[in-house]
C-alpha cells in the first residue's frame, strides 16, 4: 500500500506462504499508528492457518490498535466468525 500503515497480500496463504504471511503480520503490527491496513483483494484463497495467524497477531496489538481488512476473500470473514467471533481488533471493509 503506498502510505506506511499498511501491506497488500497477492495470491494465496497457505502453508506453502505461511512463513511469508507470519512475517507480513509482524512487520504490520510493528507500525506505530492505531490503524493498520491489510489490502487482501488480490488475495485469492487463505486456509485456516492463515486465517488463525491473522487473529493471533491482532490480539497482540496494543490497546486501541486495529487491522481493518480491505476486501478479504469471503471465506476469511466466515473463518474468523466462526472461530474467533467479535474480535474487536480486526475490522472487515467491503
Not at 35 to 49: E, T
Not at 67 to 77: K, S
Not at 80 to 91: H, T
Amino acid at each position: 500500500m503506498p502510505d506506511s500503515s499498511g501491506l497488500e497480500a497477492i495470491g494465496e496463504i497457505g502453508m506453502r506462504t505461511r512463513t511469508v504471511w507470519q512475517q507480513a503480520l509482524k512487520q504490520l503490527a510493528e507500525r506505530r499508528t492505531d490503524v493498520l491496513h491489510l489490502d487482501l483483494s488480490r488475495v485469492r484463497f487463505v486456509d485456516v492457518a492463515g486465517v488463525t495467524d491473522l487473529a493471533v497477531a491482532a490480539q497482540r496489538l496494543p490497546e486501541g490498535q486495529r487491522i481493518v481488512l480491505h476486501r478479504p476473500p469471503a471465506q476469511l470473514p466466515r473463518i474468523l466468525e466462526l472461530f474467533w467471533p467479535g474480535i474487536a481488533a480486526i475490522e472487515v471493509a467491503a
